[in-house]
């Protein structure tokens, strides 16, 4: 399982709110969860998503598509991977590792 950080940039917009667009993206993404091919989390910055790489290729995809299908006639999509192959990682897992490191370290 890969988890991918990925922020979909349409440009030239008619304001500068691209909450619209981030909602249409997010229907998407709700429609691949609830097929069971992914879990995501938005955040103020991005969408997390994990899943099988290939299909996180796919979601990926469909949701650069998004703005152009509501008449965007440019898109900056930046996407970063996080393919681990020695052992199962999920949003999940990693956030429940870096807690128990502060806990451990007593840093908070």
Do not use: C, W
């Not at 299909?55 to 998004?66: G, R, S, Y």
């Not at 930046?78 to 840093?107: F, L, P, W, Y």
């Amino acid at each position: 399982m890969a988890i991918v950080d990925v922020t979909i940039i349409p440009i030239g917009t008619s304001t500068p709110s691209v909450s619209e667009y981030v909602a249409d993206i997010q229907h998407i993404l709700q429609t691949y969860q609830v097929e069971g091919k992914i879990n995501y989390q938005l955040t103020p910055m991005n969408t997390i998503i994990e899943g099988e790489l290939p299909t996180l290729f796919e979601v990926i995809q469909a949701i650069h598509e998004a703005p152009f299908n509501k008449g965007i006639m440019r898109v900056a999509t930046n996407i970063r991977i996080d393919d681990r192959r020695d052992r199962t990682s999920t949003m999940e897992s990693k956030m429940e590792s870096v807690h128990n490191q502060i806990k451990k370290n007593g840093t908070f």
